[in-house]
T-cell receptor
Framework: GAGVSQSPSNKVTEKGKDVELRCDPI?????LYWYRQSLGQGLEFLIY????????KSGLPSDRFSAERTGGSVSTLTIQRTQQEDSAVYLC???????????FGQGTRLTVV | RKEVEQDPGPFNVPEGATVAFNCTYS??????FFWYRQDCRKEPKLLMS???SGNEDGRFTAQLNRASQYISLLIRDSKLSDSATYLC?????????FGPGTRLSVLP
């Protein structure tokens, strides 16, 4: 399909391991966002990419979190030395323009055991 | 104060009822406004954008009051399928700021 694609859909990892979450935005969308949602909670902004500009990393909760976007398309969110409090659904969204809505992927459900 | 605040909910209403959701935002520079719905264990999906003059889409009406920094959503003749969490979303600059959401359950 032509929507935002995230992988994996589910990930169980042991505490202390590193994980990588992938997002394929809608083709042509210049803006890409990462959010996370803990159980029963609202969406928490993590990081935002717009074209070739420097990303807005103001929402990253610690230096264990990082993200990159290669070639203005695919993005990878990396969490190092995972902790149990990192367990959440990680949602990626893309948007075509400054006044347009965001389109979300189905998310990656991360469980740290 | 949170950037976007919504009625805490949940709202439990019978089928056919009219239900109103309220939202306030703190950043007066906000330019774009949206209502999203999120079904249980699913991603948020756009319900409707909110325009300054107010807008309607079938049973759904959205209003914006920039002076009061207030947004509303009205659902008329509610259906069982309207049961979801409704998220108020504000875009001050480039980022989307989500409210905590208000859960709606439409009961038969």
């Amino acid at each position: 399909g032509a929507g935002v694609s995230q992988s994996p859909s589910n990930k169980v990892t042991e505490k202390g391991k590193d994980v990588e979450l992938r997002c394929d935005p809608i083709s042509g969308h210049t803006a890409l966002y990462w959010y996370r949602q803990s159980l029963g909670q609202g969406l928490e902004f993590l990081i935002y990419f717009q074209g070739n500009s420097a990303p807005d990393k103001s929402g990253l909760p610690s230096d264990r979190f990082s993200a990159e976007r290669t070639g203005g398309s695919v993005s990878t969110l990396t969490i190092q030395r995972t902790q149990q409090e990192d367990s959440a659904v990680y949602l990626c969204a893309s948007s075509p323009g400054t006044e347009s809505e965001a389109f979300f992927g189905q998310g990656t459900r991360l469980t740290v055991v | 104060r949170k950037e976007v605040e919504q009625d805490p909910g949940p709202f439990n209403v019978p089928e056919g009822a009219t239900v109103a959701f309220n939202c306030t935002y703190s950043n007066s520079a906000s330019q774009s406004f949206f209502w999203y719905r999120q079904d249980c264990r699913k991603e948020p999906k756009l319900l409707m954008s909110v325009y300054s003059s107010g807008n309607e889409d079938g049973r759904f009406t959205a209003q914006l009051n920039r002076a009061s920094q207030y947004i509303s959503l009205l659902i008329r003749d509610s259906k069982l399928s309207d049961s979801a969490t409704y998220l108020c979303v504000v875009k001050p600059w480039q980022n989307f700021v989500f409210g905590p959401g208000t859960r709606l359950s439409v009961l038969p």
